[in-house]
């Protein structure tokens, strides 16, 4: 296990200013060639991921903004699929991190040229909430807002997923810049030992903590854990058979949102949108005909079963797929409530480290023993 050295960062004009040095910091000294990280668009409206490699195109640079529109995971893995020639610094929220070692170990994504840096969350906004706020106040006004919450440890009108995700910080990446905790002219950086003179001299860090971080950080573990296991417990419960499962997804427009939007949903070709689900007219008929009706279009609920059984076990609980749901289906507390079940089985925890193996590639005797 490796060790942390804690260092802080005085803000010089904002944090948006500090945090800018120190990714141009990065780049310059050669400690990374290319950077990944979320920043305002030109418009003031929105922030995205960019891929820089000039370090003067560094101009905006936001990853604390709340707002996902896609997961840096996917990015990542598009980047990183086959060997990239240049070493990545990956700026990404917890659940991304999560998601990354999950498509490390299922070959979609390769960490061996990626600096990762955390930063810490503790929730994003709806985009659709985002976008009204954001017409209001502007994208740099939003942040500096949320920036304030995220110090207190206190934020309001989180996605549903990002109410009970207890993972606010990430343990598993090299770098992780930290706000919970700390004070307004504050950043703090908390960084790998073998990192540590690297970047000292690179970014000027300088030996420092935040006192209030760490019972900052395990009051709000503590808070979403529980509500976490009262939601997804409610669901389990009212969810008890198939009919009811059924209903829940009544309103489905299988437009297959989800499947895109979601970071450990990754084949390239889905079983639903190929040959095998493409059939023909008189088969809707035979299936009616022997029936009497079938619901159009098929396959609804088949599709997010099998969802559910292709994904389960590597669900991080992102909430991806809910953000990107049309007519709002609750998929953020459907897929970790199924998700965990299928965990516990096999006392799994995706995310959780490199070290973990998948259950799908191992097996144990006695994996599936009653308990």
């Not at 950080?217 to 009919?243: F, G, T, V």
């Not at 965990?340 to 799908?360: C, H, M, T, W």
Request: charged content about 20%.
């Amino acid at each position: 296990m490796y060790t942390i050295a804690s260092f802080l960062l005085r803000t010089q004009a904002n944090v948006r200013e500090t945090l800018k040095e120190f990714f141009r910091g990065l780049m310059e000294k050669n400690i990374v060639d290319l950077l990944l990280v979320p920043q305002e668009t030109s418009s003031g409206r929105s922030v995205v991921y960019t891929l820089v490699k000039d370090p003067n195109k560094l101009l905006s640079p936001d990853p604390v903004a709340p707002l996902l529109l896609v997961s840096g995971t996917t990015v990542l893995s598009n980047l990183t699929f086959r060997d990239p020639g240049a070493v990545i610094g990956a700026v990404l929220r917890p659940c991304e991190v999560r998601a990354a070692i999950e498509l490390v170990k299922l070959g979609q994504a390769n960490l061996s040229r990626v600096l990762l840096i955390g930063v810490d969350c503790l929730g994003t906004l709806d985009p659709r909430v985002y976008r009204e706020e954001v017409m209001q106040t502007g994208a740099r006004a939003l942040s500096e807002q949320w920036l304030t919450s995220l110090r207190s440890g206190l934020v309001k009108g989180v996605r549903s997923a990002c109410q009970i995700c207890s993972e606010v910080t990430s343990d598993a990446v090299s770098v992780n810049i930290g706000f919970i905790g700390t004070q307004p002219n504050q950043i703090l950086m908390e960084v790998k030992n073998s990192l540590a003179d690297q970047l000292r001299e690179a970014t000027g860090l300088v030996e420092g903590t935040a006192s209030e971080r760490s019972s900052l950080i395990s009051w709000q573990k503590e808070e979403r854990q529980k509500l976490r296991e009262q939601k997804l417990l409610a669901w389990q419960q009212s969810m008890d058979d198939l009919p009811r499962l059924i209903a829940e997804f009544a309103t489905c427009l299988k437009c297959g949102n989800c499947r895109k939007a979601c970071p450990i949903c990754y084949c390239k070709e889905c079983v639903f949108e190929g040959s095998i689900f493409d059939h023909q007219s008189s088969s809707y008929v035979n299936w009616a005909t022997r029936k009497g009706l079938i619901e159009m279009p098929a396959g609804t609920i088949l599709f997010h079963l099998t969802r559910l059984c292709h994904v389960g076990y590597s669900c991080v609980s992102c909430g991806m797929c809910e953000s990107a749901c049309p007519v709002g289906l609750p998929l953020a507390t459907l897929f970790p409530a199924v998700a965990e079940k299928i965990q516990a089985i096999f006392n799994y925890v995706p995310g959780r480290s490199l070290d973990d193996v998948l259950p799908l590639t191992t097996f144990k005797e006695e994996e599936l023993e009653p308990r």
